[in-house]
């Protein structure tokens, strides 16, 4: 199959790319860098020409509230329209689990505007909604840093690896669409303070982690549930321990 990877040169895309390649795919990296833009359209057309699936892994340049909203929305638009237009089969997108429970977060606001628009879009579709990766763990302590303590809220996350979203990212781009959402998230529900003072004890950061029941979380507060995963979802295999191992 055709297979277009928009935002195919990040993090998660980049493995995607690989997995479906290694599969025999014929798998598109699509993004700036590769001169396709879902913002301004460029290159949209011709490089969904005869695609059958196409997998929306591009984020924001700006996590800013209304810029985050503004991207995910006109991406998601512009996007669609142009798969309708092509004839694509299967849109594939990746969000973020709770987000619809944590509507003072300007950044999980724009997640759920995007899944309305690819709802709205009558085109083929699997929503995944992942939990956070732990690739991400270092830039959420900077987002909550103030001088030399980090804030956290005083809750549960259940991060993933980006190999183990990749996996399931690759095994729903070559499976039918489900026309709803899937959930995906790491084995384990670890405090975030945790997550984040493990992490930065590994890279010999000096910063304080300090949990808050009142600390924010890209503008919003969490409790324990609000951002991990229902009993329904697929379990990422690589644990918090073997990760950080491999990974400082
Ligand atoms: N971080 C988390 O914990 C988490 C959790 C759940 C879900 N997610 C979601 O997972 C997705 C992938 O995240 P990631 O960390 O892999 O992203 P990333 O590494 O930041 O990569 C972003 C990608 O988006 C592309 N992009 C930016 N602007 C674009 C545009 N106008 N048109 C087309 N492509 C554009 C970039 O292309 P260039 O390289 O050309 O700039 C890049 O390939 C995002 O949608 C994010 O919301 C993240």
Do not use: C
Request: charged letters at 20%; a negative charge; hydrophobic letters at 45%.
């Amino acid at each position: 199959m055709k297979i277009v990877v928009v935002g195919g040169t990040g993090l998660i895309g980049t493995k995607v790319v690989q997995n479906l390649r290694e599969l025999g795919h014929e798998a598109v990296p699509a993004s700036p860098n590769t001169g396709v833009n879902t913002i301004t359209g460029e290159g949209l057309d011709e490089v969904l020409t005869g695609a059958d699936v196409v997998v929306d892994l591009a984020n924001s340049p700006s996590f800013e509230d209304t810029a985050v909203l503004e991207f995910f929305r006109t991406s998601g638009q512009n996007l669609l329209k142009a798969e309708v237009n092509a004839g694509v089969r299967h849109h594939v997108a990746l969000t973020i689990v709770g987000a619809d429970r944590v509507p003072d977060s300007g950044y999980m606001r724009a997640k759920i505007a995007q899944e309305e628009v690819i709802e709205g879009a009558g085109q083929p579709y699997t929503i995944i909604r992942s939990t956070q990766f732990f690739e991400f763990l270092r830039a959420t302590a900077d987002a909550a840093t103030e001088g030399t303590v980090v804030r956290v809220p005083n809750a549960n996350l259940q991060p993933i690896a980006a190999v183990d979203v990749a996996a399931a990212v690759t095994d729903v781009a070559v499976a039918d669409p489900i026309n709803g959402i899937m959930e995906i998230a790491g084995p384990e529900k670890i405090k975030f303070a945790k997550l984040v003072g493990d992490v930065l004890a590994a890279d010999k950061d000096l910063r304080t982690v300090v949990a808050e029941d009142h600390a924010r979380y890209f503008g919003t507060e969490l409790d324990d549930s609000s951002i991990t995963a229902g009993p329904d979802a697929r379990l990422g295999a690589v644990t918090f321990a073997e990760w950080l191992a491999a990974n400082h």
